[in-house]
């Protein structure tokens, strides 16, 4: 057994460890450091994996007739590594949070499912991935109700994903004589089984990936679950969604044509879209943050569509360079949504509310949340020096270098894609500055607010982890993207150095200079500021502007909901908000006004059109059907025997 | 390195005289006196000799954002190409990395004026995130058409390319993108009609709304960089679609002043038409903003179609 092999068995027997710890009722420090181990192993693991080391092995006998079969290849170990990564913050970070037990667990099955090598392996992997995620979803179903209906939410579209997966690499596997990943790529498929195993395990992965229109589970099951969940979640276990997509469509599958990925990059775009106008308009720190996970997951299709799309019309360089785009981003996404995942979990901790309208005021009380949440923000927001802008950059030049060559489809895609993904990223703006500029600063809107304290140094210790990953991706992709290039298929797209220069097409930025070269003219500033205002005097304090009505209450700041109160209007059509207005008069006059209720809220249209009328329906259906079973025995023994008559009819026929 | 050192000094003296020619020009145009070309430095001199004011219940955010938007925009005129193509900090950043530098700024000044905790603060950060996210698509797109041509986004190349052939900006594509980047001028920078940037009225305030608790240098600080913000995006203006005069390669320095003379012109002929036009012009509705944005978005789009389909 080679340095992947052995660093991968042992995270996975560390994980297995601290689930019996927790099982026996360890204390969090136990399960906590153990875990994180678990993630450092399986990390080291990822990262030999990315240099180019590659394991396999083959258990016949712990799978009955299948057995198990586990291979490590580039493109897995970078998930692995990005599991491993965002499972050492959370697990560290939980010592101080709370109990979540099957989270060892949860973080094993991750950490298989980009090892399987076959199709029964992959899918008792992603089924156990499933089932445990959905175990920690429900860790506080006690406490609040909103639990189990996300939890009920999830079981089922995560169940309805793993029935499309199943149905398309069955199809898939039966086509080509065999089920392990080696025949499924020598295999030759006639056109249709290839559509129908592409688009069968398309629609499972991009509901794992919270893809618009299969994203109803997202915002409701990352908001409930405890916050180190949540970021396990949002940061690793959506990734496989993606992961899924690429192992399928460009490896096994070998690419497709064109039609396959402009529907992966129509599907990403919808959701880019659509995930970050909900978040922009959410309360919700924690749905926003949810919503927020859609966008970037869309982003990341974007970019996996357009590379099998380039694939499909021979543009090897551009093909390379897009999912080079697409793997960072998947990369600086996990990064820097664990940390404002687990930020906003020591919000919650230290507030006991998510409600932004609530919230305000935190940088006095809990001033290294704060900045590290302001990090976090600014990389979320695609902006310098923050480590989004770095991906979402290599993944504008890949689509703007694409006009001459990828003909008409091309030339109409590649635009709107281009100013879809500046709206999002705009909008993405508006959304964080929303979040942090009145969730963290200005004064607190309740009493929850500013009674709220800093959080204990474990919690501290895994956003603290996380922030300085982003900033290390932020200020040194460098070091990241030739590790990401032997993931990519064909020649190296990207230099590395100081700078970040495109290999195929010309394109240049650095990071690391812009940083620089910002708080240089920073500091510079300063000192100017300085040496000019003659008579330095401490600053006086004064009163703030309130039209001489006397010191403003917090209630008069502006809250969440009337910051994106714009927005909202501009997008009404699309988002189609709902408003309540109840006036109660007096009762002796109909003039005289007693009280006055208005309610407003955005629900999520999609569901509401979508999957208010399925649910619905299935509800009628079931409860017609509840006609058949009136309790009466002899009435079930016909159903018994006509089923029987039925069958031997149907076999005669066939037969 | 020099280039960019010339720039950076140029944009930081000239800017608030350009600030000064427009209020001339609107003031003459409307029938006033006018208060002179160098009234904006001497109130950003009357400005830093005042004492700086902390308001109740601002931090750290608050402070800093003055001095994040000012350095934005000394890096951005270190950055674009201005008086030559050949800056040593050329290579760090293409036209994308620029806009986004832009859009920092606006994000620290709204987070301070979120800071403030005022009704008024939080409106101004409200409207000015709206207009960003709306602008956004327009900006990159007109990017994507602008680029083809060259096949970079850098700007160097861009504007090198222009200077070599300076009849290719005669083409559709370079008048839809420079309409659209008109527009998107005036509303980064609150020109009329998407903000006023001399009213203080509660209900059509944008910038002033933010800005409305600062005081002293810290609002010295702020007018200074959006007069910076200003010139720099007429002089990229400029220089994307009328590069005569500008200092290409290794320049002497002979060609280096030709080319500061040039920009200056250029700029202030810039700034005297927006000036001009203002004063023809009402502000726009606020929820009509987006409709114009919009338009600019959609000018944009036919730019890069207009360069694939007439190529």
């Known amino acids: ?655 | 390195m020099t280039g960019a050192l010339v720039q950076v000094v140029l944009v930081a003296v000239g800017s608030p005289l350009l600030i000064g020619v427009m209020r001339q020009v609107r003031a003459r145009l409307e029938g006033r006196a006018g208060a002179g070309v160098l009234q904006p430095w001497r109130d950003l001199r009357k400005l830093m000799r005042k004492e700086p004011i902390t308001p109740h219940g601002t931090g750290w955010v608050f402070r800093a954002a003055p001095l994040l938007l000012a350095g934005t925009a000394l890096v951005v005129a270190a950055v674009v190409p201005l008086v030559t193509t050949s800056s040593a900090l050329d290579g760090i950043a293409d036209l994308f990395a620029v806009t986004a530098l832009l859009a920092l700024g606006s994000v620290a000044l709204a987070l301070g004026g979120l800071d403030t905790g005022t009704a008024f603060g939080g409106m101004g950060a409200s409207r000015e995130m709206t207009v960003l996210a709306l602008v956004e698509p327009t900006i990159l797109v007109s990017v994507f058409a602008l680029s083809i041509r060259v096949g970079s986004t850098n700007l160097g190349a861009i504007v090198t390319s222009t200077v070599e052939d300076p009849l290719s900006v005669i083409s559709p594509v370079s008048v839809l993108a420079a309409v659209a980047l008109v527009i998107v001028i005036i509303a980064e920078t609150g020109r009329i009609p998407v903000d006023n940037p001399s009213t203080h009225l509660e209900l059509t305030m944008i910038h002033e709304a933010m800005i409305l608790e600062y005081a002293g240098p810290d609002l010295a600080l702020i007018e200074w960089a959006s007069a910076m913000r200003l010139s720099v995006l007429l002089g990229l203006l400029a220089s994307l679609f009328f590069p005569v005069g500008i200092a290409v390669g290794g320049a002497s320095a002979l060609a280096v002043l030709v080319a500061i003379v040039a920009l200056v012109l250029k700029v202030a002929v810039l700034g005297v038409l927006l000036a001009a036009g203002e004063v023809f012009m009402a502000k726009l509705r606020l929820f009509r903003i987006p409709e114009l944005l919009a338009g600019s978005f959609l000018l944009a789009l036919l730019a890069v179609a207009a360069s694939f389909f007439l190529a």
């Not at chain 1, 490590?72 to 010592?95: M, N, R, S």
């Not at chain 1, 794992?208 to 949540?230: D, F, N, T, Y």
């Open chain 1, 1 to 655: 057994m080679n340095l992947v092999g052995t660093l991968f068995c042992a995270s996975l027997a560390a994980c297995l460890l601290s689930a019996c710890a927790a099982l026996l009722r360890a204390r969090p420090l136990v399960t906590g450091v153990g875990t994180a181990g678990a993630g450092v192993l399986a990390a080291g693991a990822g990262v030999a994996a990315l240099s180019g080391e590659t394991w396999s092995a083959w258990l016949p006998d712990v799978l009955p007739l299948a057995g198990v079969r586990l291979a490590i290849d580039p493109l897995g170990g970078l998930f692995i590594a990005i599991t491993g990564a965002v499972t050492v913050c959370a697990a560290i970070y939980g010592i101080g949070y709370g109990k979540a037990g099957p989270l060892p667990l949860f973080v094993a099955s991750m950490l298989l499912v980009p090892a399987a090598a076959s199709v029964s392996t992959f899918l008792v992997c992603w089924e156990l991935m499933a089932i445990t995620s959905l175990l920690l979803v429900l860790t506080e179903h006690r406490r609040r109700a909103a639990v189990g209906e996300a939890g009920l939410w999830y079981a089922v579209m995560t169940h309805l994903g793993l029935v499309a997966i199943l149905a398309g690499l069955v199809a898939f596997a039966a086509g080509a004589g065999g089920e392990s990943f080696e025949q499924l790529r020598a295999a030759t498929l006639p056109e249709a089984t290839r559509d129908l195993a592409f688009l069968a395990t398309l629609i499972g992965f991009a509901s794992k990936a919270g893809i618009v229109p299969l994203h109803v589970w997202l915002p409701r099951a990352h908001p409930e679950a405890p916050s180190q969940v949540s970021a396990l979640m949002s940061a690793a276990m959506v990734n496989m969604g993606v992961y899924g997509v690429i192992r399928v469509g460009l490896d096994l599958l070998h690419g497709g044509p064109a039609w396959w990925w402009l529907l992966v990059l129509a599907a990403g775009a919808l959701s880019a879209l659509y995930g970050i106008l909900q978040a922009a308009v959410a309360s919700d720190l924690k749905r926003l943050l949810a919503y927020s996970t859609s966008e970037n997951m869309g982003l990341i299709l974007i970019g996996v569509g357009a590379a099998g799309f380039f694939a499909a019309q021979r543009a090897p360089a551009l093909a390379g360079l897009a999912l080079a785009a697409a793997l960072l981003h998947v990369v600086n996404h996990s990064a820097f949504k664990t940390l404002l995942f687990l930020a906003a979990g020591s919000v919650l901790h230290a507030s006991g509310t998510r409600d932004l309208d609530a919230l305000g005021g935190l940088r006095n009380r809990m001033p290294y949340t704060t900045v590290l949440f302001a990090v976090g923000a600014l990389c979320a927001s695609a902006l310098p020096p923050g480590n989004g802008f770095v991906s979402e950059w290599l993944l504008l030049q890949s689509l703007i270098h694409a006009l001459p060559a990828s003909g008409v489809a091309g030339a109409v895609t590649m635009p709107l894609a281009v100013g879809v993904i500046a709206l999002s990223a705009g909008l993405a703006v508006a959304t964080f500055v929303k979040a942090f500029g009145v969730g963290f600063l200005a004064r607190p809107r309740s009493p929850e607010a500013e009674a709220a304290h800093e959080s204990p140094p474990s919690m501290l210790a895994g956003m603290g982890l996380a922030g300085v990953c982003c900033v290390v991706l932020a200020v040194g992709p460098t070091l990241v993207v030739p590790a990401l290039d032997r993931v990519v298929p064909g020649p190296e797209v990207v230099g590395g150095g100081l700078m970040l220069r495109l290999a195929g097409v010309s394109g240049v930025i650095s990071p690391l200079l812009i940083t620089a070269a910002l708080l240089l003219s920073v500091v510079g500033v300063l000192a100017l500021v300085r040496l000019l205002s003659v008579r330095t005097r401490a600053r006086r304090a004064a009163r703030l502007w309130d039209c001489g009505a006397g010191p403003m209450s917090a209630r008069m700041e502006y809250t969440a909901t009337s910051f994106a109160e714009p927005l909202q209007r501009v997008f009404d059509d699309v988002l189609a908000p709902e408003s309540d207005l109840d006036v109660t008069p007096v009762k002796e006059s109909a003039y005289l006004v007693e009280a006055v209720q208005f309610h407003a809220r955005v629900p999520d249209r999609i569901e509401h059109r979508l999957y208010d009328p399925v649910i619905a329906a299935t509800a009628a259906v079931g409860d017609s059907a509840r006609r058949l079973a009136d309790g009466s025995v002899h009435r079930y023994l016909a159903y018994g025997f006509y089923a029987l008559i039925g069958v031997l009819i149907v076999l005669v026929v066939i037969a």
